[in-house]
């Protein structure tokens, strides 16, 4: 099995990457919960990973539209925004 190379965006070092209890990659930095959740989340790295690993899936966070196709209501979207 070959070895992913992931290219992090520019000034994201300190990003780093997890799996958390549902088997999605999860990105962030500070501290990892015991669920795979990071206490400061990457957008940015989450997605650069889906555009360089597509066969990876969504990543975590998730955009808005990943979490109205795993099934989530407009309104539990919107709710993470408040």
């Not at 290219?7 to 999860?26: E, F, K, N, Q």
Request: proline share 7%; with cysteine; aromatic share 8%.
């Amino acid at each position: 099995m070959s070895e992913k190379k992931f290219i992090r965006p520019p000034g994201h070092a300190d990003c780093r990457v997890s799996t958390h209890v549902g088997d999605c990659l999860t990105f962030g930095r500070g501290k990892l919960d015991g669920n795979g959740f990071w206490s400061v989340p990457c957008e940015e790295c989450a997605r650069a990973h889906e555009q360089q690993f597509p066969e990876d899936g969504p990543c975590w966070p998730h955009t808005d539209e990943d979490l109205l196709k795993m099934g989530f209501s407009a309104e539990d979207v919107a709710k993470q925004h408040q």
